[in-house]
Every structure is written in structure tokens, then in C-alpha cells.
């Protein structure tokens, strides 16, 4: 009896104190540090800026915060027995230098990288005076590889550890990029847009309502509620221009809030193209080539010469804010636009002179989120859209044209078809609910529906002046989502299933005439991540997943330029597995962070393009079976605020595992275990920088930075295919950038000079495609709050 009771009493001796931690504007302060000084008590503040220090004993204590860029508070608490104080603070911005400033508590970044889910948090204000955008930040992360096919605006593949296109998945602030515009792309956004971004790799969790197979990027911007304007443009090498804005104002008293966004891109794109063909000799009027009679091709240094391409987008958003019945209520309208000249098809020796495409796409939408609904720890977060995106390309010209701006006259036009003024017209519906429930601290649920309808018209205005039979794609998609915070958070598990729902009608050539052909697909997908926490700094975790991704609009329709529709694709699966871990250690100024992973994909009608020679354009088709297996590292150092070093490395093994493709035959494909043609399998990435505040005054800020990336070589085609010596590769690549960055007044004043591939190296990447030469370019960039 007596030992029975020991424990209540021991209980009954322990107290708590838990609390709120915000910044003058009232924005929650995430990773702060709070310390019983003398004691071994201490914690950090959640995402929300709450902490709870457990198990307290009665007395008299001094509480201790700290965050990186504020003062220390410290106050005197008195501890009752078996009693819970709650405590707010404060904190107000240090006007010390940052580089005397020690770093104790965990920032939201380390925070999201220590989730039981597989995924990388880039924060982005380290590039915000650079003129990268979102695509080339990525392109510097562990697993991730993003290949463009030229230079501003052009196409690329995001790659997420051997998984592309559209397995791949991108999001702002968890609403599908895709639904704001064509133009609203991650090579288009300029990095100072964002404010985080997450990568989630393979398994996504459940809010973002996706049915990203491959993985996820959700871009986040500032959810502070702060007035600010960061204002920022840039001019560099090929006469390129990028200009972009962001700011909010917030009305305090009333709550009323006005957010407006943009930006706008524009280049010439004219780099030079080294070793390409072109047509010497011939009889000639102007730029025309009449009579090819002892003409020859010759391999030669040209600058392209139609290529340029310009992108606009604009959002505003109003509503308001800290309402009983509201935390967020936002209402917004967009526009974006772009205007792009083709020099190329799929591969370099196809060569267009006279081929365009312009977009413009108008979106309307609505945005709420509530917490405490109704009852405590229940929140609400509701997402509806309407947006129209129109596309017109035209090819007009019956053309052959050569890398010289020289053409000769064919029978066919310059992509190979008839005279063609295409349109193509997407209404879109979009909507999405998230509900979340927190029952206490150990547990948690949450359910997500989305649904997202489209409409596909097509024709050649040259033809018809509208489809007579348009498209139409349904997705449903339902999440749901169990979390358990065991071991005093030591533990964490997330258990999840997903519903896939598709319905779509689209026009099949049967019996020598056009169909509309309807067909629906319903499956359910599941999964767990885990994260163990062996030290404060040290865990594991594993991730699993058994996933599905439906078709995508182009891929079934087409885009009217380099992909050709593909009315009989199917849905992709695969079985996702990730197993890793990481440890943080500090001492002083200096920390280091390592983390490690192996993965394994087991991709079913796996999609990818197809080139086509005879429509010079890329099919999507399935793949029986693709697995992908691999492993990827990191190790980061920073000290202080001074230097800051970080490594990456990536190897993935994506082979062909279809033994007997379409056919009855009992041959296996001549591909079968064959690496997955044009994609690398071995890359990384290392990135420097130092920094020193007060170089040139009080409040200034002097930082040089330099980028490294290496790819190895790999294969551009099926490696069964062709000779040993004639088998087609694209070679090494080394390719170094360098940039200064100059601060003044805390960062309200900012100049930055960079150089992109130094060396000025060939540098390739789709279907051997080549990117520019060494560029320059300054940015100007102004920011206050």
C-alpha cells in the first residue's frame, strides 16, 4: 500500500510552467531557448511559440529566454506545489551584433528537419540579396537535381531522389502552384518571394492534399503580421532583366490586412551555342537559302537568335485578421502572363526561328483559417480557387531554319505539322479543406479533402474557333492522418491513408473518327513516418508509403508544343521507403549538423517522356516497373555568424525492371536493368560563405559566397542501345558561381555582383541541351519592416 502510493505523492510534489513566446508585432517566436537557470530544466518553443517546462519542483526559480536576434529576458517564478503557472513574455529585437549573439535554441527550419517525414528546410533569406530564383536554390539540395532545357523561362524536370515531372508536386503556402498561373513557376518566383521552403521527399503528409508520388515542395512566405516592402531588381549578362515586389500593410486596430505581390522577368537568352551545325555555302537571298547545291554542314560558335522570353505576375490580396470568428479571411485576385520565343524542340538540332507562345492566366481566391473552432485544439483551414488559363502557339511558317538564322523552304511547318494558331483554354475549380484536432499533447488527428476540376479546350483557330469536344479532368483526394508523441516526444509516429479519385473524359481516335471516351479510377494509398530521438540533437527515422499519382493535365491533353497527348496513360504507383538519421552538435559559436538517408522507389506504370521523332515532340507513356534505389548525405558547418559551410552528395539508381514489356513474347527487354536513359545518378553540391558585420560602418554587412556543383556523366539514351565507343552521354559537369553581397543600415540597403559558371563551361542537361555560358549580373534590392 505504502509503495502503491509513493509515486501520488511524489506527484503531487511536481509542478509546471508553460507559456507564450512573441515578438513586439505579436508574430510567434519559434526555436527560442527557456532555462530554469541552475537547474537541468530547460525547452524550446514549438512552431506556435509555446513551451511547457513538466515535473517542476516547488520553489523559487529564474526563468531564462533567449533567441537569436533578441535580448535575454530572465524573471523570478515561485513554483507551488502541484500547481501549473503559465507565463508569457515579450521579446524584444537586440541591437547587438549578431556575430556576439550565441545560438541556443533550435530554429523552425532544424525543427521541420527533424520530423519523422524524409524532407529538407532551405531557409531563404541567406539568398535574398541574389538573383536566383526558387529553382536555382533547389537545385543546391541534398536529393534534389533540376534540369532546364535552356535559359530563362525554359522547361525543366524537378527530380526528387530519381522520381520527376509530375510525381513531383509544388506548392505556396500548401496551395497548388499550378492553379495561380503557367507563369507562377519555380524558375520564374525570385527567391525574396519566399520566406522557407520544405522538400518533402517521396512520402508528403496528408495537408498538403496532394497525390505527390514522388515528393513535394511547399514554398512558404511570411506569415508574420508585420507591415513590410522588399522591393528588388536586378540586370544581367544576355540582357536580362528581374524585378520583384512584395509587401503587406496591416491596420492594427481593425485587423485589416493588404498583401500585394509580383514580379517580371525578361531576356534576350541570346548565349552562345558552342559546336552546332550549320549550313556553309548554297545560293542565298538574305537570310533564305534557295539552292542548297553545294552547300555542307560545318560545326561552328553561334549566339541564339530566338529565344527571348518575358513573364509578369501580380496578387493582391485583402481581408482581415484576429477576429473572434476569424483568424485569417483573405480575399485575392491574380494575373500572370508570359511571352516566349522557341529555338529549340526536344533536342538542339531541331531549330525553330519563327515559333511562339503566349499565356495569361486570371485567378480568383478565398482563404480562412480558424483555430480553437468551436472547441479547444480543433482548427480549420479552408482553400477555394477559380482560375483560367489560356495558351496560344503559333506556327506559321512552312520553314526549315539552322543554328545560323539561315532557313530553306519545306513542305511542312517549322514543328512539322499543318499551319497552326493553337489554342488552348483551362478553366479550373479548385478547393480544399484541412481539419485538425489535437486531443492532448500525445495525440493528434487530421483530415484533408480536395477537389479539383478542369476543363481542357483545344483547336486551331486557323481551323475551327473553338473544341467540340473538350476535355474534362475530376480529382478528389482524401487524407487522414493519426500522430502520437510518445516518450516525452522522444517517439513520434504518424500513421496516414489516402483516397485517390479521378474521372475523365477525353476525345480517342476510333474507327477513323474522334470519340469521347470516359473512365474513372479509385484506389487507396497508406503509410507511416517515424522519428526516434536517441540524444536532444540525435535521432532516426523511417518513412514509408505505398502511393499513387494520377494524370496530369498535359500529360493526357498535351501543351500545344513539345508534348504530344496521350489520351491512354494510367495512373502511377509505387512503394516508398526512406530510412535515415541526424545529429547537431554545438559548442561555443561553432555547430555542426550531419544527416544521411538511403531510400528505395518501386515505381508500377511509372510515366516519363518518350521523344518522338516523327512529331519532334516527347510522349508521355508508362513503364511497367522502375525501381530506384539510392542514398544521399550532408554535413553543414557555420560559425557564428562569420563562415558557413555545407556539403551534399546523391547517388540514385533508377533501372528498368519490366522484363517482358507489352508484348507475349517471353524475351526479356533489351532494356531490362538498364538505367533510366537521361537522368543523372551521382551528384552534389558545396557551398561557401563569409560574412562580417561592421566592415564599413555600424550596421553593414559585407558577405562572398561560392557554389559548386558536380554531376557525372550519364547516359542520354537506353545504354543497351548502340556501340561501346558510340553510345550517347552527357559528360562531367563542374560548374562554379560566385557572388558579393554588400549590407547597409541592418539590411534595408543591399547590392550584390554575381558571376554564374566562372569557368564557362559547357553545361547540358535534358536531352543534352545546352544552358548558358558565364553570366553577370547586379541586384539592387530595398527592404524595410
Not at 524536370?157 to 508536386?169: C, E, M, T, W, Y
Not at 473512365?519 to 508509403?545: C, H, Q
Not at 559528360?731 to 547590392?751: D, M, V
Not at 564557362?760 to 524595410?784: E, V
Amino acid at each position: 500500500m505504502i509503495l502503491c502510493t509513493l509515486p501520488l505523492l511524489v506527484n503531487a510534489q511536481t509542478s509546471s510552467i508553460s507559456g507564450k513566446i512573441t515578438s513586439q508585432d505579436r508574430s510567434t517566436l519559434p526555436g527560442v531557448s527557456v532555462l530554469l537557470k541552475k537547474t537541468s530544466h530547460g525547452t524550446t518553443t514549438d512552431a506556435d511559440g509555446l513551451y511547457k517546462l513538466t515535473d517542476v519542483k516547488p520553489g523559487n526559480y529564474t526563468i531564462e529566454v533567449t533567441g537569436v536576434g533578441f535580448s535575454t529576458i530572465s524573471q523570478t517564478v515561485s513554483v507551488k506545489s502541484g500547481k501549473h503557472v503559465t507565463l508569457d513574455f515579450t521579446m524584444l529585437e537586440s541591437q547587438t551584433d549578431l556575430n556576439e549573439v550565441q545560438v541556443v535554441g533550435k530554429t523552425q527550419t532544424q525543427e521541420i528537419k527533424e520530423l519523422a517525414f524524409s524532407v529538407n528546410a532551405i531557409e531563404t533569406k541567406q539568398f535574398a540579396n541574389t538573383t536566383a530564383d526558387l529553382n536555382q536554390v533547389l537545385n543546391r539540395s541534398t536529393g534534389v537535381r533540376i534540369r532546364e532545357q535552356g535559359g530563362l523561362g525554359s522547361n525543366f524536370v524537378f527530380s526528387i531522389n530519381g522520381l520527376s515531372g509530375k510525381a513531383v508536386k509544388y506548392f505556396i503556402d500548401g496551395v497548388p502552384m499550378e492553379i495561380l498561373g503557367s507563369a507562377m513557376s519555380l524558375n520564374n518566383i525570385p527567391v525574396n518571394l519566399a520566406e522557407r521552403i520544405e522538400v518533402y521527399k517521396g512520402v508528403v503528409p496528408v495537408q498538403l492534399g496532394s497525390d505527390a508520388m514522388g515528393g513535394a515542395v511547399n514554398v512558404i512566405t511570411s506569415q508574420k503580421q508585420t507591415n513590410y516592402l522588399d522591393l528588388s531588381h536586378s540586370y544581367g549578362s544576355f540582357n536580362t532583366h528581374r524585378s520583384a515586389l512584395t509587401g503587406q500593410y496591416v491596420h492594427k486596430p481593425t485587423g485589416i490586412t493588404l498583401k500585394a505581390t509580383g514580379f517580371f522577368n525578361y531576356s534576350d537568352n541570346n548565349y552562345k551555342m558552342k559546336g552546332v551545325e550549320i549550313l556553309e555555302g548554297g545560293k542565298r537571298n538574305g537570310d533564305q537559302i534557295t539552292d542548297l547545291s553545294g552547300a555542307n554542314f560545318v560545326m561552328t560558335d553561334t549566339r541564339r537568335f530566338h529565344d527571348q522570353y518575358r513573364s509578369s505576375m501580380g496578387q493582391l490580396e485583402a481581408g482581415i485578421t484576429n477576429k473572434s470568428w476569424a483568424d485569417v479571411l483573405y480575399v485575392g485576385f491574380g494575373y500572370t502572363a508570359g511571352k516566349q520565343d522557341l529555338q529549340t524542340g526536344f533536342e538542339q538540332t531541331i531549330v525553330y526561328g519563327n515559333v511562339t507562345r503566349d499565356s495569361k492566366a486570371f485567378t480568383g481566391t478565398l482563404r480562412y483559417k480558424k483555430a480553437n473552432l468551436f472547441i479547444k485544439g480543433l482548427d480549420l483551414s479552408l482553400f477555394a480557387s477559380q482560375s483560367r488559363d489560356a495558351y496560344v502557339t503559333t506556327d506559321t511558317l512552312l520553314r526549315q531554319y539552322y543554328w545560323d538564322g539561315s532557313w530553306t523552304t519545306k513542305g511542312a511547318t517549322e514543328m512539322g505539322g499543318v499551319k497552326t494558331i493553337g489554342h488552348i483554354i483551362r478553366p479550373r475549380t479548385f478547393a480544399r479543406a484541412n481539419l485538425s484536432y489535437t486531443l492532448n499533447e500525445r495525440h493528434s488527428f487530421n483530415i484533408n479533402y480536395t477537389a479539383d476540376r478542369l476543363k481542357n479546350e483545344s483547336y486551331n483557330e486557323l481551323i475551327s474557333d473553338s473544341d467540340d469536344m473538350p476535355g474534362i479532368m475530376n480529382k478528389q483526394i482524401i487524407g487522414v492522418a493519426y500522430q502520437q508523441e510518445l516518450l516525452d516526444k522522444k517517439w513520434v509516429n504518424t500513421f496516414f491513408a489516402k483516397y485517390y479519385g479521378l474521372g475523365l473524359e477525353r476525345k480517342k481516335y476510333i474507327d477513323q473518327s474522334y470519340q469521347v471516351v470516359d473512365s474513372t479510377f479509385r484506389n487507396y494509398g497508406y503509410g507511416v513516418a517515424s522519428r526516434y530521438k536517441i540524444l536532444p540533437d540525435l535521432g532516426i527515422k523511417i518513412s514509408l508509403e505505398h502511393a499513387y499519382r494520377l494524370q496530369e493535365v498535359e500529360e493526357v491533353f498535351g501543351d500545344g508544343l513539345n508534348v504530344q497527348p496521350n489520351p491512354d496513360l494510367k495512373p502511377e504507383s509505387s512503394d516508398n521507403v526512406n530510412l535515415g538519421g541526424y545529429y547537431g552538435v554545438r559548442f561555443n559559436k561553432h555547430r555542426f549538423f550531419v544527416e544521411a538517408s538511403g531510400f528505395y522507389r518501386n515505381a508500377v506504370d511509372f510515366i516519363y517522356p518518350v521523344p518522338d521523332q516523327r512529331s519532334k515532340a516527347l510522349k508521355n507513356e508508362n513503364k511497367a516497373s522502375v525501381r530506384v534505389t539510392g542514398f544521399e548525405g550532408e554535413l553543414r558547418y557555420d560559425y557564428g555568424d562569420l563562415l558557413s559551410f555545407n556539403i551534399n552528395a546523391t547517388y540514385q539508381n533508377a533501372v528498368n525492371t519490366t522484363k517482358f514489356g507489352n508484348t507475349s513474347s517471353n524475351n526479356y527487354e533489351a532494356t531490362y536493368l538498364n538505367k533510366i536513359p537521361n537522368q543523372p545518378w551521382l551528384f552534389g553540391n558545396a557551398n561557401l560563405a563569409i560574412g562580417k558585420s561592421n566592415v564599413f560602418g555600424k550596421d553593414t554587412r559585407l558577405q562572398f559566397s561560392w557554389y559548386t556543383q558536380y554531376v557525372h556523366w550519364f547516359y542520354l539514351t537506353w545504354e543497351a542501345f548502340g556501340n561501346v565507343n558510340g553510345k550517347s552521354t552527357i559528360p562531367n559537369q563542374l560548374i562554379h558561381n560566385a557572388s558579393l553581397n554588400y549590407s547597409l543600415q541592418n539590411g534595408r540597403y543591399n547590392i550584390s555582383a554575381e558571376c554564374r559558371n566562372l569557368t564557362d563551361d559547357l553545361a547540358y542537361d535534358n536531352f543534352r541541351l545546352q544552358k548558358p555560358g558565364r553570366a553577370f549580373s547586379l541586384k539592387l534590392r530595398y527592404f524595410i519592416k
